[in-house]
């Protein structure tokens, strides 16, 4: 199994561009997380989707991000337009789980994370 | 909101030295995991626990589950190099089916 992939590694750009982070999870996973991480906030989480389906998106930053799972196997994080304090590295996560609410077999999976993306905006 | 504060945030211990970290729940989890992010990577899941008091081993790490399901540890014995990096302690709130509650990490430096 190739793991969570994750694309570009890094990413610089500047303030005001497009930026799109790609994530392809592991094969049967099919919950999806996006995180982004600073040393001054730690480990946040972005959106989550289940099955495909944004579930909770109440950590988006505001409305110049967007996530999008058009398929199991596919994601995007788009950030437009960029801003410096969106200079952070960006992780996406996999697992397997069933369906919310009320699955309780969701909580014992470990999350499995792709490499990131280091983005600096200029 | 729920939290879980870890701490330290930071041990320096030389090699060969015990470590542990401490992680405290203001809600009782169903379930804690942790993880670990070596530096520039991305964290790795490492064990889960979920019942009370419950205790793992993981050759020389050794992962604790209090009773009230409200706290963990991590204790690493006779400290390597290979064992640097920050370790994240992560918990599902009884009322939270998907989300995670991350504790801040607590970085393992190890001084030469």
């Known amino acids: 199994d190739a793991g969570v992939i994750q694309s570009p590694r890094h990413e610089v750009t500047e303030m005001g561009q497009e930026v799109t982070l790609r994530c392809k999870p592991i094969s049967g996973h099919n919950s999806l997380f996006w995180y982004r991480q600073t040393m001054m906030r730690g480990l946040e989480l972005l959106i989550y989707?289940?099955?495909?389906?944004?579930?909770?998106d109440s950590g988006m930053p505001e409305d110049r991000f967007s996530a999008k799972m058009p398929n199991a196997s596919f994601s995007t994080l788009k950030i437009q337009p960029s801003e410096p304090r969106d200079s952070a590295v960006y992780f996406c996560?996999?697992?397997?789980?069933?369906?919310?609410?009320?699955?309780?077999?969701?909580?014992?999976?470990?999350?499995?994370f792709g490499s990131g993306t280091r983005l600096t905006v200029v | 909101g729920q939290q879980v504060m870890q701490i330290p945030q930071y041990q320096h211990v030389q090699e060969g030295e015990d470590f542990t970290t401490y992680c405290n729940s203001s809600t009782t989890l169903s379930n804690i995991q942790w993880y670990k992010q070596r530096p520039g990577g991305h964290p790795v899941f490492l064990i889960q626990l979920v019942k009370s008091g419950e205790v793992k081993k993981q050759k020389r790490l050794t992962f604790q589950f209090g009773e009230a399901k409200k706290n963990s540890s991590l204790h690493i014995t006779a400290t390597q190099t290979t064992d640097v990096g920050t370790y994240f302690c992560a918990g599902f709130d009884l009322d939270s089916n998907y989300q995670l509650i991350w504790g801040a990490g607590t970085k393992l430096i190890i001084k030469p």
């Open positions: 996560a996999s697992s397997r789980s069933g369906d919310p609410p009320s699955s309780g077999f969701f909580r014992h999976v470990g999350y499995t």
């Open positions: 989707f289940n099955n495909n389906v944004p579930i909770d």
